[in-house]
């Protein structure tokens, strides 16, 4: 491979690094209007009334639109059909959407929002887990259960009796919120009385185009979608966008003008999803010298007032409760539970941190129990190939976990740890090992697939679009990367074109660590097309054999004579010869033999491992966490852009301490009170590790080239690792998140 596995700069970084790049708040159109949300100030309950009188005053005010405006179906719910695109009498918490006011400006269509008075009745809301769980009546929808999964492997009975000792542990996981740099945002603009085409922040441009047919009823093809440069997105930019845009299209249509939201902080804040929070309890049943034997595992998730996107979070968590590790008897069930607090849905990870904090956790409270090295408990009971997984799915090849585990104690000096002696501060390691579901799996297998179409022009140039999608990521660099490869040209002829929906077939959602794996798949089956008809005129041309034709490094050579000719040449002729230069690629995941009634059989195609171990220091008086070190370890099947991969490590690291350490999410009665910077502590640049990371490759025998994601398997171990150092230092078991100063005293003063 010539480009493939080279560290490439990204071509976007220039523009945002220096403020050159146009997001959607420095984007308009002719004749745009603005749109600013209106929304429930209760939890739960119905709306009784609407008085737009004082909003009406609002110099600039334009419309006001609701449910009554809506053509067709007014619904939105992304997998369950719970969430109306507009509240219709019931409201369900703090941010449930009622209207949408337009007005000619921004600041106009904000206040004349905050002037529109509503009348409620209100119910008594919950709250907690345990509220949703076990209420009897006053349900928020049929019942307060989004939805369950479950693992029924082996007999948990005859392996506790089995089992020389049996531990239990209880853990809790909190919200976290996105912050990504920029808030939702969209512009709607109609073109005719049955067509509209959508510019917005976001990363499933097809889950938007099929929300906004079904509202209309309209063809998906009347519905033109193109993503904006994107600020950020981690997970929150994927069903979220479906409903501003779909608001935003109902208002456009109504006064046959473009229309533009921009979501302030604070309603970003308060309207949108989080990460999910978890209770976890484990019963883990292993042998003295640490063989696990059996497990019982129960997930507990708060889902807020619509399903979302849980039923996959609650899927990827309970495919992966136990971790990277041998057990023949296990039961896990992981249910969600609905409450009245904003809703939850995808956050980087999916699911897999919060197990994860949970697996990782408990491995440590077994050593702890029985007396065994952290490490070594690890290693004696981590995957290796021909294991099965927690789901009875045998993997074979590209299992990497035991080289990570070794490859990040080296990095670590695990075995040579000898921690300073202060009475103040206290030092600790925590190792975190996890394993991570390629793309969407067995519970999504029905949409998981990706197209590319490749064109190319006589000068030479080649434009590429695909239907995933660039939200900071590096996947545009990763896309020429892996055409110029599979061409055997120079990446400066390739431009990857901004992600449209008509450009492409439905590619699924950019999600799941999805991009390199499918958008490589389908450059790969696309170039399985071209490659024969570049051949083809090059041996037409050249008077050879098409046999002795190769393409490489930008060189078309007739190896028979050895005559040369450069890419752009070829490419003049073949567009003289009127030869086809437009080719599409597509990749579905291999077909999964998964039984969901047991949760039993094969949940991904496919595995990404890692490792990660945490240096912390902890300030005894003031409770204090630094995290001082990360040392990481991925086994990413082949790496496309090694240092593409260290970027998301270090950025996945550095969420993943916020989650652990400083990120205190905070509700009351349903409203946020944590809805900006000052409230909501993210780490700084001095808050952050020094990271330290290094590459195992176990190729993928399904992967382009051998690739694996890496996108999310970057967050997961970080929290179980910080909170197993912690725990290291203070000799406390640390068993729930975010480790505050006030967190960690309680801790120290026994309480």
Known sequence: MSILGKSINRPDAPGKTTGKTRFLTDIAVDNMAHGAPVYSSIPFGEYTSIDLSKAKKVDGYIDFVSAKDIPAENQIGVIVPDQPLFADKTVRFIGDSIGLVVAETHEAAIEAAKAVSISYAEKTPYYTIDESRDAEDNFIHESNLACHHKVRKGDIQKGFVESDQIIEARFKTPYQEHYYLEPQACIASPNGSDKMKILGSLQCPFYIQKAIARVFDWPYENILVEQAPTGGAFGGKEDIPSEVCARAAVAAMKINRPVKVVYTRHDDAQLTSKRHPFQMNYKVGVKNDGTLVSAEILLEENAGAYATLSTVVSYRSCAQAMGPYVIPNIHVDSNSYLTNLPTTGAFRGFGSPQAAFGHERMMDVIADELGIEPMALRLKNVIRPGDQTQTAQVLNESVGAEETIQEAAKLAKWDIFNPTKDSRYKYGLGMSSIHYGNC???????????????????????????????????????????????????????????????????????????????????????????????????????????????????????????????????????????????????????????????????????????????????????????????????????????????????????????????????????????????????????????????????????GPWGAKGIGEPSIIPTAGAVANAVSNAIGIQMNEIPLTPERVLNALNGK
């Open 440 to 702: 969407l799996g067995a519970a999504g297998w029905h949409m998981d697939g990706s197209g590319v179409n490749i064109k190319l022009f006589p000068d030479g140039n080649v434009h590429v679009a695909y239907g995933l999608v660039e939200m900071g990521q590096g996947s545009e660099t990763a896309v020429r990367q892996m055409t110029a490869e599979a061409m055997g040209i120079s990446m400066d002829r390739i431009t990857v074109l901004p992600t449209n929906s008509a450009q492409v077939p439905d590619s699924g959602p950019a999600v799941a660590s999805r991009n390199v794996v499918m958008t490589g798949n389908a450059i790969r089956n696309a170039t399985k097309k071209i490659l024969p008809v570049l051949k083809n005129s090059a041996a037409k041309w050249m008077s050879c054999s098409i046999d002795d034709i190769s393409i490489s490094n930008d060189i078309i050579n007739d190896r028979s004579s050895g005559t040369e000719i450069q890419f752009h040449e070829l490419c003049d002729y073949m567009g003289k010869t009127q030869t086809d230069m437009e080719f599409t690629g597509w990749w579905h995941t291999p077909e999964l033999d998964y039984d969901a009634t047991t949760g039993i059989g094969e949940a991904y195609f496919s595995y990404s491992f890692a490792t990660q171990i945490a240096k912390v220091k902890v300030d005894t008086l003031t409770g204090l966490v630094d995290v001082e070190n990360i040392y990481a370890a991925y086994d990413v099947g082949k790496a496309i852009n090694p240092s593409g991969i260290e970027g998301q490590v270090e950025g996945g690291s550095a969420q993943g301490i916020g989650w652990a350490t400083t990120e205190d999410f905070k509700i009351k009665d349903g409203k946020v009170q944590t809805p900006n910077l000052t409230t909501y502590l993210l780490p700084t640049a001095l808050d952050s590790a020094d990271v330290e990371t290094t590459i195992v490759e176990k190729p993928e025998p399904e």
